[in-house]
């Protein structure tokens, strides 16, 4: 039989898993940013370069010399807002097979969804953290 008492206490009690819900997300989304870190010095930072603004040693071997489009400077924030399937697509399928950079090579037959759900984490992330370090 449910009483007053009980209605009263639910609130309560879902306004006490909030917080820690919310911990346990916060926890989750810096374990992902901190894989998809890692990740990115691995596959990415050689072009993107290692702080993620588009100055990695490719560019002065490659596309300076080529004269052409200079890899994505990812703290400036213009892919924080893309849909987050939208970079997917370019990591997976690369960038000539999405009317991007055909020196954007695809990255879907070596790294897991779960790769690629990091590395768009951390893109989306990367202006944020890029504001923070520079604006302490």
């Given at each position: 039989?449910?009483?007053?008492?009980?209605?009263?206490a639910l609130p309560l009690l879902f306004s006490a898993a909030l917080p820690l819900a919310?911990?346990?997300?916060?926890?989750?989304?810096?374990?992902?940013?901190?894989?998809?870190?890692?990740?990115?010095?691995?596959y990415c930072a050689r072009c993107h370069g290692k702080h993620a603004d588009?100055?990695?040693r490719m560019v002065k071997r490659l596309?300076?010399?080529l004269k052409t489009q200079l890899p994505s400077n990812f703290t400036l924030g213009i892919y924080a807002d893309r849909p987050a399937e939208y970079l997917r697509?370019?990591?997976?399928y690369g960038g000539e097979n999405n009317a991007m950079s055909k020196y954007m090579p695809p990255f879907g037959e070596e790294?897991?969804?779960?790769?690629?759900?990091d590395l768009v984490h951390l893109i989306k992330k990367i202006p944020?953290?890029?504001?923070?370090?520079?604006?302490?």
């Open positions: 039989m449910i009483t007053k008492l009980h209605i009263l919310s911990a346990q997300s916060k926890a989750g989304g810096e374990a992902q940013y901190e894989r998809g870190e890692k990740l990115f010095t691995t588009g100055e990695g596309y300076r010399k697509k370019i990591i997976t790294l897991s969804d779960e790769n690629i759900d944020e953290k890029h504001i923070r370090t520079i604006n302490p």
